[in-house]
């Protein structure tokens, strides 16, 4: 399973290393992550693509809640993770290179247990990787997205949250399409 060539993950981890990301991208999500949690009783998360573990941060009031964040270009969130009944995608499909959406897509069905929560932004983000692309390779709006994500999930909700900027929630098919 390729997620990402190891020239996209030399400059993503140059990114996150060289950068402190803007905490209230995260903090506009994050009392949705909560509820969701909270109306759910899960008793794990998995942040995937979590950048610098800023959700995990976030929820250290959930004691009884195992987090896992996961970030193959950065060393500490770097280990393969364990499925998880709550899955957390902020941001992170629109970071990946458009030869890896299906194994990403595939990845993180293999990994969603109940739900997870996906955003996707069809406009660019305030940082630049270090070969002067914008960090969101893939600004797609949900049009695109859509029929890679249900040959996989089932869509729950799709709401708009901010300009160029998509919430999506969605919950394991039974059988999903072979890929």
């Given at each position: 399973m390729n997620l990402m060539t190891e020239s996209q993950l030399t400059k993503r981890r140059?990114?996150?290393?060289?950068t402190t990301y803007n905490k209230s991208s995260v903090a506009l999500l994050v009392s949705t992550v909560m509820e969701l949690i909270d109306n759910n009783d899960f008793s794990s998360l998995l942040d995937y693509g979590s950048a610098q573990g800023i959700l995990a941060q976030?929820?250290?009031?959930?004691?009884?809640?195992?987090?896992?964040?996961?970030?193959?270009?950065?060393?500490?969130?770097?280990?393969?993770?364990?499925?998880?009944?709550?899955?957390?995608?902020?941001?992170?499909?629109?970071?990946?290179e458009s030869t890896a959406v299906d194994a990403v897509l595939d990845h993180l069905a293999s990994l969603t247990k109940q739900l997870i929560m996906i955003t996707i932004s069809n406009s660019p983000s305030p940082y630049l990787l270090n070969d002067g692309r914008n960090e969101y390779l893939l600004q797609k709006p949900p049009s695109w997205w859509l029929p890679k994500?249900?040959?996989?999930?089932?869509?729950?909700?799709?709401?708009?949250?901010?300009?160029?900027?998509y919430l999506m929630l969605l919950t394991p098919q039974q059988n999903p399409m072979i890929h």
């Open positions: 140059q990114l996150l290393q060289s976030q929820l250290t009031g959930y004691s009884d809640l195992v987090i896992q964040s996961y970030d193959p270009a950065l060393p500490e969130f770097e280990q393969p993770p364990e499925p998880a009944e709550f899955v957390v995608c902020l941001d992170t499909l629109s970071t990946i994500l249900v040959a996989r999930f089932e869509l729950d909700h799709l709401l708009k949250i901010e300009d160029g900027r």
